[in-house]
Structure formats: structure tokens, C-alpha cells
């Protein structure tokens, strides 16, 4: 009976405090769970990078079929990159009433030709910090045209410089002998005193001053890739592998992701011949 009674009144430890957590081994959990997160963030990150590639690669598409059919449209002719510039009222992606205002993408000539929406899709990786400041570049998507030949009426001179004989049309397809390898659209921006949208893809050198060399507008925002659209239709991805500053604007092109691919210093990928 003794026995019994003494094994009766031997403590018990409650149900609550067995399950309990100490301060060490709750510590130990937070920087298990810290370290989990470290490590799957990079993956995450590639992951929604990788996401936004696809969706630019698919703006570019659209593109590439309006401005296709815009060359349907209009006798084999492509949109002008910057119709009758001297005005300075039209691009490729919109137009303006006065040289004050933003371009209204509403308003621009492949409007009936990218579908339902009717408009151009930003690239959901651009990021340039001026996009109020510098408004009047604003409704491209972050993406350049290359205007320098397939967004001009030209041909070439025999000393191998080119010649615009009429910016109000864009070039004839026909006359594009390399589509595969001609350059139509790319992710592009341009270093002013930051990072600002522009509308234009620019080649190496000026076609009419070969010596002369252009600052480079092709964006590399993917992950260090461009995104490039071609005049066949299909739309991929390069590496940077050329850059260079004129000096002339203050934002390092070098360091906001700016250059060229391709591994040939010349204009090559954008001309038509």
C-alpha cells in the first residue's frame, strides 16, 4: 500500500512542457530555415528572370508580325523607323502632336497589327530610372528598331557608305538579302545621365561615316543576354561581346548593360546586303 502511494506522488512532466521548444533549439531552427531561403533565392530569382525572358521574347514576336504585316500592307515596304525626322512627330511606335509631348503609342503606324491590345508590351525586365524625365521616347517597350537600314529607303554608294534616299518608308523587304541574319528589333536602351528608353537598335558605325562609331544601344537586361528579332521572323538571344562610349553622355554605357554581339566589328547584322 506504501509502495503504492509513494509511485503516485513521483512528479510528472505536463503534455505542454514536453513538446516545448528551448531557446537554443528554436535558434537552431531559425538559422536552418535562414539558410534554406539563402539558398533557394538565387533559384528564384534565375527562375522569374527566366520568366521575363520569355515574355520579352514573345513582345518581340508580336513585333516582328505587325511590322511583317505592315510590309503586306504597303507594297513590300517596311514601317519607317522615324518618318520625315526634321518634323521630329513620328517613330516606329508612335506619334506627337507637338515635339513637347511623349509619343502616344496609340497613335503609331503598326497599332492595327499587334492584335487585340493594339499595343506595344513593355519588356517586364526593363528598369531605366528616367522614364518620366525623358517621356519623349516613351511607348517603345524597350525595344529598338533598326532604322539606320531596314527602318529607311536607302542604298548603298560604291564607296560602300549608305544612302537614305527616304525615311517616310521603311526598306522593301526584297531588298533584305539575309533576313536570318538581319537585325529587325532588339532589347535596347541608351546611357544618357542614367539609364533611359530609346527606340532605336544601333549598329556599330555610322552607315554614312563607316570610320565613325555609334554608342551602343542594345540592352543586355536578361541576365546578361539581349534578346534579338530578325527579319525571317524567329527571335533569340546573344551575349554581350562588344561595348564602347563616345564619352559624350555621362552614364557609363559599359555598366548599365549596353554593347554589341556578334563577333565581327562591322555593321554586318543590320545591313541589308
Known amino acids: 500500500m506504501m509502495q503504492r502511494t509513494l509511485a503516485h506522488r513521483v512528479p510528472v512532466r ?24 539563402s539558398m533557394l533565392l538565387p533559384g528564384l530569382s534565375a527562375a522569374r528572370e527566366q520568366g521575363r525572358g520569355v515574355v520579352c521574347k514573345s513582345n518581340l514576336h508580336q513585333l516582328l508580325l505587325a511590322n511583317m504585316y505592315y510590309a503586306e ?10 518618318s520625315n525626322f526634321p518634323a521630329n512627330l513620328d517613330r ?18 503598326l497599332v492595327p497589327f499587334l492584335g487585340r491590345d493594339e499595343a506595344i508590351r513593355a519588356c517586364p525586365s526593363l528598369h531605366a530610372e528616367n522614364l518620366g524625365r525623358y517621356g519623349f521616347e516613351r511607348g517603345n517597350g524597350g525595344y529598338g528598331y533598326n532604322n539606320r537600314y ?15 534616299d527616304d525615311d517616310r518608308t521603311g526598306a522593301l523587304r526584297d531588298r533584305v538579302t539575309r533576313p536570318t541574319e538581319t537585325i529587325m528589333f532588339t532589347d535596347a536602351a541608351f546611357a544618357g ?18 570610320t565613325l562609331r555609334t554608342d551602343p544601344s542594345i540592352h543586355f537586361r536578361h541576365r546578361a543576354l539581349a534578346n534579338v528579332g530578325w527579319c525571317d521572323g524567329h527571335v533569340d538571344a546573344h551575349p554581350r561581346t562588344f561595348v564602347w562610349s563616345s564619352g559624350w553622355y555621362e552614364a557609363d554605357a559599359a555598366r548599365l548593360g549596353l554593347g554589341w554581339f556578334g563577333t565581327q566589328d562591322d555593321n554586318r547584322l543590320f545591313d541589308l546586303k
Do not use: K, M, N
Not at 92 to 109: A, I, K, L
Open 193 to 210: 545621365s542614367a539609364l533611359i528608353e530609346y527606340s532605336f537598335a544601333e549598329p556599330r558605325f555610322h552607315p554614312d561615316y563607316p
Open 150 to 164: 531596314v527602318g529607311v529607303l536607302g542604298h548603298e554608294r560604291s564607296d560602300g557608305t549608305f544612302a537614305v
Open 92 to 109: 516606329w511606335h508612335g506619334h506627337r502632336t507637338r515635339v513637347s509631348e511623349p509619343f502616344d503609342g496609340r497613335r503609331g503606324p
Open 73 to 82: 500592307q504597303s507594297g513590300g515596304a517596311y514601317v519607317p523607323g522615324a
Open 14 to 37: 505536463s503534455r505542454g512542457a514536453s513538446c516545448a521548444f528551448t531557446l537554443i533549439e528554436l535558434i537552431v531552427v531559425v538559422g536552418i530555415l535562414a539558410l534554406l531561403v
